[in-house]
C-alpha cells in the first residue's frame, strides 16, 4: 500500500541558509500535518491543512511557512536557519471521511534536517 | 492542552518476557494511537484505538476512555521490540486538529 512520501531524507544547511521540505499523502487523504521532533524529544505538532487550507497551527516558529498545493502534497518552507531547527520533521496525513477530525494518523518516514 | 503521560519512561527487558505500558490522558479524546519509533527514526503505527481492545500478534491494547488511559501488551518481546513507544491522542474540535503526543516509553529488550 502507498505511504506518505517525504523528501528530501536527509539535509545539511548552514545557520541563515533556507530549507524546503516535501510530502506526498497517501492518495485520498485530505489532510497532512507537520511534526517536528529534536533529540530524545516527544514529536510536537506544528501545522495542518484540511482539503488545502490551514486548519490548525502549533508551535511553528515565524521563520517557518508551509502550504498544500492542489495536488494535496506540502511543503514546509524553513527560513534564516538556527542550530536548534536541527530535528526529524515528519510529515503525516489521515483521511477525515468529508469533515475536518481527528482521524487515523499515518506518518512518513522523515527527513532529517542538520543545521551546521 | 490536553496532556498525555506516559509510565514507565524506560523498560529494560529480556527477550522472551512481557511488558504493559501505560497512557494515561487529561481529557476526553476521539483519537487515541499508539506507535513504535525505531532506533532508525520511523513512527511505526501499532493501534488506532479510541477505545476498546485489540490484538495484532504478540501486541495488544486496551483503551478505557471513561477513565482515560490506555494500556500496551508486549508479549514476548524480541529486540526488535526495542525503541520507544508512543502514545498519541486527539480531540475534535470543528477543525482538523492534532494529535498531542506522550514523552514516550524507552524499551530495550537485551538477549
Redesign the interface.
Known sequence: AAGVIQSPRHLIKEKRETATLKCYPIPRHD?V?WYQ?GPGQ????LI???EKMQ??K?SIPDRFSAQQFSDYHSELNMSSLELGDSA?Y?C?S?R?GGA????????G??S?LTVL | GIQVEQSPPDLILQEGANSTLRCNFSDSVNNLQWFHQNPWGQLINLFYIPSGTKQNGRLSATTVATERYSLLYISSSQTTDSGVYFCAVGVNTGTASKLTFGTGTRLQVTL
Request: no cysteine; glycine share 10%.
Open positions: 489532510t500535518y521532533q516527544d514529536p510536537q505538532f495542518s491543512f484540511y486548519s490548525d502549533g526529524l515528519f503525516a489521515s477525515s475536518p477530525r481527528v482521524g487515523e494518523l499515518f506518518f518516514e522523515g532529517r
